[in-house]
């Protein structure tokens, strides 16, 4: 029965019920209105405005489609958009590299497919300086005599052109590429094993420094850079369920020694306690410098088009170069011009307009009765003249599927606008590509997803329909989707307690989350760490401002608790 007939005999019930009602409390009126089919013209026009009643509920449930895509538009853009494919792109200075190289988040990047060697365009997605500096030698070695803890993480670097001035006050980011169960035993040694660091400078100078921490930057980035970077838990989240590898990277600080040191060369030690499983592997090949995110995204021009006034949406289809498959994501830029006017004038998305007045426009991503493909249009408001306008946009596409054959290592062309004094390549496979939210029931559940207070009453069940809807939205793939499955059903219990620490002779009130984890879940304890490491992220950016987050998880097979320090926002709380 299709919706119109459901809403029709609701409607024709509510009015039978209602002229009933209304006869027993009028009597001198109950005549005029239907009773038991004895006057049908009565009967008729209850039907009538049954019919007209129940297509006007219709119609509006038509545009709670539209009105889900407009909060999700200002709200989380990501959800409605499809899903690119992701890499890792590494960067190396070439000899002539003389000084740090900036590179903007939206440097471009190419690669071809292995079928038929089509072009793939990447863009970085996060700003990235590259120094002359690379890693001349590391090794995993048994502590030293009067050197801290039981083994030993040594990291030799070597600048190829300046000094250690460049790296004052500056995290160093190193990105582990290897599998990601040995990328967890390592971070699993750096982070919870780590009793001690130092650099060593010339002449054998020992100088203690920070201990090591995990990169979370590389999952905190925007596809677009008009997106704000809202909701940063399940932003941190959906990247890591899309794409685990953005979890393999640490950081870490020199003292402010190294502006007055200005040493050419220097080594970095990590020193581990005799429980640290370190896996052996080829760390020459897995230790790298200068690594960000990119995705298949890249900016296209629509033909111009004349604006119909009689139209609502108008279709933007991007200009497709020779052999191209695209697949359109979103709009960069909307202008128009008057045949009147020498200049043009640019179009706003609806949520940021400031006035009625305002041009702005809004845009739809729909899939093609037929052929299934996405297609693009946006409904133009204001500017409204009785002569021609001509629009302009400039569209956000990908190759869709063609991007996740290329393998690693052969995202390595050069195309417009990229970097000439470095040399690149992709370390990981592109993910697969996916597309968009299609339906009303996956548009209600994102916006249920991110307008309930997962804080305010946090249960076992709600905490796993909140990760499972992130996995949901996240998972490039069926097979990703099961891995991620399974490592959120390993939460067995959750518990939430406010509390209260006095810091400062200050009070600062805060939440005490105890998980408990089924290890079995996990191919290893050190995957299980670094899940768990997640979740303290995750529930970090949820507690409100000012309030301090402590996570204690406990393995349900061995009994084994793990404890941070509790958080004030990014810091530990001291």
């Known amino acids: 029965m299709a919706k119109i007939d459901r809403h029709y005999q609701d409607e024709l019930n509510r009015l039978h019920e209602m002229a009933a009602e209304y006869a027993e409390l009028n009597p001198s009126h109950a005549g005029y209105l239907a009773s038991a089919g004895n006057d049908p013209d009565a009967e008729r026009i209850l039907e009538g405005v049954a019919f007209l009643t129940a297509g006007l509920r219709s119609e509006l449930e038509k545009d709670q489609a539209q009105l889900l895509q407009n909060v999700l538009q200002v709200a989380s853009p990501d959800l409605l958009r499809p899903l690119p494919s992701i890499t890792l792109m590494q960067f190396k200075g070439r000899p002539a590299l003389k000084e740090l190289l900036t590179l903007p988040a939206g440097t471009p990047v190419a690669g071809k497919t292995p079928q038929d060697d089509s072009i793939c365009e990447f863009r970085t997605l996060m700003a990235s300086g590259v120094l002359p500096l690379e890693i001349r030698d590391a090794s995993f070695r048994k502590s030293r005599e009067k050197e801290a803890g039981a083994s030993c993480l040594s990291v030799s670097f070597r600048f190829t052109f300046g000094d250690s001035l460049y790296l004052a006050n500056k995290p160093l980011a190193i990105y582990l590429n290897t599998t990601q169960g040995v990328a967890a035993r390592m971070l699993d040694a750096l982070l919870q094993h780590c009793v001690g660091s130092a650099v060593v400078w010339p002449g054998q100078q020992v100088e203690p420094m920070e201990p090591p921490v995990w990169n979370t930057d590389l999952m905190q980035w925007a596809f677009l850079s008009d997106d704000q970077p809202e909701l940063p838990a399940q932003r941190l989240?959906?990247?890591?369920?899309?794409?685990?590898?953005?979890?393999?990277?640490?950081?870490?600080r020199l003292p402010e020694s190294a502006a007055e040191q200005c040493a050419t060369e220097f080594s970095v030690n990590f020193y581990f306690d005799s429980s640290a499983d370190w896996p052996k592997a080829d760390l020459a090949k897995v230790l790298r410098l200068n690594v960000v995110p990119a995705a298949n995204l890249f900016i296209r021009d629509a033909p111009p088009r004349v604006r119909d006034l009689r139209q609502v949406y108008m279709p933007l289809a991007p200009r497709k170069r020779d052999g191209e498959f695209l697949c359109v994501y979103g709009i960069e830029q909307v202008s128009?011009?008057?045949?009147?006017?020498?200049?043009?004038?640019?179009?706003?998305?609806?949520?940021?307009?400031t006035s009625m007045d305002a041009l702005r426009y809004q845009?739809?991503?729909?899939?093609?009765?037929?052929?299934?493909e996405l297609e693009l249009s946006i409904a133009l408001g204001g500017g409204e003249r009785d002569e021609q306008e001509v629009i302009k946009a400039r569209v956000y596409c990908t190759n869709g599927a063609d991007a996740s054959t290329i393998p690693p290592g052969r995202v390595a062309d050069y195309i417009s606008g990229s970097p000439e004094l470095v040399q690149f390549e992709n370390l990981t496979a592109p993910t697969p590509y996916r597309k968009a939210l299609s339906s009303e029931q996956q548009y209600w559940q994102a916006v249920r997803q991110l307008s309930g207070n997962l804080m305010g009453h946090l249960t076992t069940d709600r905490l796993h329909a909140a990760l499972k809807e992130l996995v949901m939205q996240a998972s490039p793939d069926r097979a990703r989707q099961q891995i991620n499955m399974k490592k959120v059903d390993?939460?067995?219990?959750?518990?939430?307690?406010?509390?209260?620490?006095l810091v400062?002779?200050?009070?600062?009130?805060?939440?005490?989350v105890s998980l408990v984890l089924a290890g079995d879940h996990f191919s290893s304890k050190a995957e299980m760490h670094l899940f768990a490491r997640l979740l303290q992220q995750f529930f970090i950016s949820l507690v409100p401002v000012n309030y301090f987050c402590l996570l204690k998880v406990t393995d349900q097979q061995t009994g084994e608790v793990l404890q941070w320090s509790p958080m004030l926002g990014r810091k530990p709380l001291l």
């Open 237 to 252: 989240a959906r990247r890591y369920f899309s794409a685990p590898e953005l979890a393999q990277g640490f950081c870490f």
């Open 490 to 501: 390993a939460i067995q219990s959750v518990e939430l307690l406010m509390t209260d620490r």
């Open 336 to 353: 128009g011009q008057y045949r009147s006017e020498p200049e043009s004038h640019l179009y706003l998305p609806f949520w940021r307009q």
């Open 363 to 372: 845009e739809q991503l729909s899939a093609h009765p037929v052929t299934d």
């Open 504 to 512: 400062s002779a200050m009070s600062v009130r805060g939440y005490e």
